[in-house]
């Protein structure tokens, strides 16, 4: 089977709207089956994608130069892991979280194109997703394929797991080359081998120390720097990692602090507005009270001069006849 004629129809198929998708590649299979069996029996196998990956999808088709700055950036984020510098890592983490608020925020534009809206929650794994790209070079290539079927996480540190995340993965490319983000043990040289006991059991010349030692020179210890290295390296990023959380948590804290106010505010607003109202209320039933028992007394002076009339009334008619 052709593997790229079916990664073309999946491009077609995971740019459609969601609604549409299984519509799609039913008619896709049934076009397919006239010349190939069984890239038509692939293609009726193309999964759905979740609403957030199809939404990043989305975004992969419609806005890529959004996807290709996050993937520069975390390129830029990895060579600054990979030479230990931790001020372009917080510098870093700070841009990133801008870039993501803002692709976030061209998603959701992207898919109300579409016609649809995405919830709060979605948009969070759509966010995930993206900083998965960021973080990882096999998820920045899984994201920018436009084929994703579910969203991805990544923490920078090990690979993002991306078996089942995208259809048709024997076609995307394969990530480009570039330093690792720490040092690999692996590829640590062979510990030397130590000195021979003759070697070590020489009497020591009465040089002084210091200079014996810069005339006979300390075995290398690869594997320990290289882990020295790799720790260091780690622990930079998780630093980065924490202080770009804690940045994020407080202005969390600064914009519910403010929300708290508005809505305390708001509330004694209330809260005298409903005072005026009760004392309204209040006012509004003793005049109330007031008015029914004068209209009360009305209705009897009324009715007692109904009375009145009626009796002079009689009396007229008696005179006068």
């Known amino acids: 089977m052709d593997e790229q004629a079916l990664a073309d129809i999946a491009n077609e198929l995971y740019a459609v709207p969601l609604e549409e998708f299984v519509a799609a590649r039913t008619a896709a299979a049934k076009e397919a089956a006239g010349a190939d069996k069984e890239l038509a029996a692939a293609v009726k196998g193309l999964p759905k994608p979740s609403v957030a990956a199809w939404a990043v999808n989305m975004l992969a088709q419609h806005e890529p130069d959004v996807l290709a700055e996050l993937a520069d950036l975390g390129s830029r984020m990895r060579d600054a892991q990979a030479s230990l510098d931790a001020q372009s890592l917080r510098e870093l983490g700070r841009e990133r979280r801008t870039m993501l608020a803002s692709a976030v925020d061209t998603a959701r534009s992207v898919v109300q194109q579409q016609g649809r809206v995405i919830s ?33 996480s990544a923490d920078g540190v090990s690979a993002a797991e991306l078996e089942g995340t995208v259809a048709v993965p ?76 804690a940045e994020e948590l407080q202005e969390q804290v600064e914009e519910t602090r403010s929300e708290i106010d508005a809505l ?17 209320l209040d006012r509004a039933r ?30 007229v008619l008696r005179l006068s006849s």
Not at 125 to 145: I, K, P, Q
Not at 211 to 217: D, H
Not at 264 to 280: G, N, S
Not at 289 to 294: G, H, K, Q, R
């Open 170 to 245: 024997d076609a995307l490319p394969a990530p480009s080359a570039s330093p690792p983000r720490r040092p690999a043990l692996a590829s640590v040289p062979a510990r030397k081998e130590r000195p021979t006991p003759e070697r070590t059991s020489r009497p020591k010349a009465t040089k002084p120390r210091l200079e014996a030692v810069r005339q006979t020179p300390r075995p290398a210890s690869p594997p320990a720097l290289e882990k020295a290295k790799a720790a260091l390296a780690e622990a930079q990023a998780e630093e980065a990692r924490t202080n770009g959380l």
């Open 120 to 152: 709060d929650t979605i948009a969070a794994d759509v966010e995930e997703t993206l900083r998965a790209l960021t973080a990882d070079e096999g998820a920045a290539e899984a994201v920018r394929s436009g084929r994703l079927l579910k969203t991805l």
């Open 286 to 315: 003793k005049q109330l009270a007031a008015t029914a028992a004068e209209a009360k007394q009305a209705l009897r002076e009324a009715d007692k001069a109904g009375r009145t009339v009626m009796l002079a009334r009689e009396r």
């Open 264 to 280: 305390v505010q708001e509330a004694a607003e209330l809260r005298e507005r409903l005072k005026a109202a009760e004392e309204q």
